[in-house]
């Protein structure tokens, strides 16, 4: 019998796919547009709540389906095949290999002060690593993820409470003036908000393992509901303690955000300590996405004969050959790509495909007994969808080079789509 997670560790795979890179990196870049307190907190607090609208939607989804592969199964179920297809390609090119990527830069970076910064065989042997913890058994991937996620919430916890109640050398970002009336109606809040839902990728994580879960039912919406809450909550803490430690022109720009606001607060060598936490936290966040991503890769190669070979899987049922795959492509990305550009096509495709899955959950027909009920249905998906679409015009607009980079990945996914032949016949019964 397949061995089942319990729903602190499918709590523990969200937890660890939120707060990863975007929430200790994601301020400085958002300053360079948005520089009120308001502003930027806003930002944050209507991130969170976007996010809890989707986790919603998603818990809805994989109560009703129960099937592992997350976007993949609702979007092939609901809509076509060809849009699931296509959800499966972006997690495998950039969805989930990209944030595997992006986190391993981050972990070098923040081992500058030992003279590590962007060493790129170092962040290699760390994927290289994770994706061989992953490659044995259900077992192994829990203790580690559980463990790796307790010492990612300790860590930034403490953080907070040390940025709220250590006095610090009074450099500080923080202007709760009135000028946030015209920053949030100017293109460059709609762009922030891409860092921001970047940082918030991963509030639907435990719906990609549904079929992994113990009683999915009950505990699937509580892992996913729950969880963003709980990140959301700590997310705006964290940004008010970057802002309160360290002035705009520090900060402005720059993607090591954390150790300046700590170097300012305990100086170089408690700086240094904090920089080498925020390094082995984003230790859970390469595993949170090895352990998903290639999940979703194992629904489409079962249902697809050019992936069949992905969809093999070792006697304990982790689909291994998925695992390296995305192991390799999180390595290629972290050899040619830079930290902001990766970042935003990356945020661009993952905000795209999410909006089109909560879509989805506006389609469902008939609610299966026992499964999840979306509460203000169908409201706050259609604000879900609205302000997401928002974000992504501006943003096409505004960064039209990381945009389109996002929209030719898609497109190769539709020609290599019908190239494929279905492996088997897709179930599009959605009632």
Not at 365 to 384: A, E, R
């Amino acid at each position: 019998m397949k061995r089942k997670i319990s729903i602190y560790t499918a709590s523990a795979i969200v937890v660890a796919n939120m707060i990863g890179t975007g929430v200790f990196t994601s301020v400085g870049f958002q300053l360079s547009s948005v520089q009120n307190t308001w502003s930027i907190l806003l930002l944050w607090l209507i991130g969170g709540l976007l996010a809890l609208f989707g986790a919603f939607a998603y818990a809805e989804l994989g109560t009703h389906f129960k099937e592992s592969g997350g976007d993949y199964i609702y979007l092939s179920r609901v809509f076509h095949p060809l849009m699931g297809y296509l959800s499966a390609w972006a997690g495998l090119t950039v969805g989930f290999s990209a944030p595997v990527a992006l986190a391993a830069m981050a972990f070098t970076k923040y081992l500058s002060p030992f003279g590590l910064q962007n060493n790129v065989w170092l962040a290699i042997t760390v994927i290289v690593l994770i994706g061989l913890m992953h490659s044995f058994t259900i077992k192994h991937s829990s203790r580690f993820q559980n463990v790796s996620t307790i010492i990612k919430v300790v860590f930034i916890v403490v953080l907070i409470g040390i940025g709220f109640f250590v006095q610090g050398d009074g450099n500080s970002a923080v202007n709760f003036g009135s000028g946030w009336h015209n920053e949030i109606l100017k293109p460059g809040f709609a762009v922030s908000m891409v860092y921001v839902a970047y940082a918030y990728v991963g509030w639907n994580a435990a719906a990609y393992v549904v079929d992994e879960i113990v009683d999915p039912r009950k505990n699937l919406p509580k892992a996913l509901i729950g969880s963003t809450f709980f990140v959301a909550i700590v997310y705006l803490f964290f940004q008010f303690v970057l802002l309160k430690n360290a002035s705009v022109t520090q900060l402005a720009g720059k993607e090591e955000v954390t150790f300046i606001a700590f170097d300012n607060l305990l100086g170089s060598t408690g700086g240094k300590w904090v920089s080498i936490f925020i390094a082995i936290q984003l230790i859970a966040t390469v595993s949170s996405y090895l352990w998903v991503g290639p999940r979703v890769t194992m629904a489409m190669a079962k249902e697809n004969k050019l992936w069949l070979p992905l969809a093999k899987q070792n006697k304990h049922g982790i689909p291994v050959t998925a695992v390296w795959l995305h192991v390799g492509i999180s390595i290629l990305l972290t050899l040619t790509g830079s930290f902001e550009k990766v970042l935003l096509y990356a945020g661009f495709v993952l905000q795209l495909m999410a909006s089109l899955t909560v879509a989805s959950s506006l389609f469902i027909k008939d609610k299966k007994p026992g499964s999840f009920k979306s509460p203000f249905k169908p409201l706050l998906q259609i604000i879900f969808l609205l302000f997401n679409g928002w974000v992504l015009i501006f943003t096409m607009i505004e960064r039209p080079n990381e945009s389109f980079i996002g929209i030719g990945i898609l497109l190769a996914g539709v020609v290599i789509y019908y190239f494929d032949k279905p492996h088997i016949a897709v179930n599009e019964d959605i009632s």
